[in-house]
């Protein structure tokens, strides 16, 4: 689940797979990524940069800045992806 409020507040939810239950990483905890806080965007270079004020994690990402490349598929999905070099992910996502 990702929700973006209309004040500038967003968070996210994400549960992997029983199989990847001990994943774990600066976003995931033991399977489970959730954050929350702010975030800004940038329509021209279409990035969304989090601000981090709280997650699962704690200090691995407390208090930093996630920017993200976003895109919108021509049936309105959200396709949001690392802006870092060294990180190939990529999450779309459905309006509900």
Excluded: C
Aim: net charge negative; aromatic share 12%; proline share 4%.
């Amino acid at each position: 689940m990702l929700v973006y409020t209309r004040d500038g507040h967003m968070s996210v939810q994400l549960m992997y797979p029983t199989s990847a239950d001990t994943l774990s990483n600066e976003y995931v905890l033991k399977g489970y990524e959730a954050s929350f806080g702010s975030y800004d965007v940038d329509e021209t270079a279409h990035t969304v940069t989090h601000h981090v004020q709280g997650s699962i994690t704690r200090d691995l990402l407390l208090g930093k800045d996630l920017p993200r490349k976003f895109e919108f598929t021509p049936d309105g999905r959200l396709i949001i992806r690392s802006t870092r070099p060294d990180e190939h992910w990529f999450v779309t996502w459905a309006h509900y």
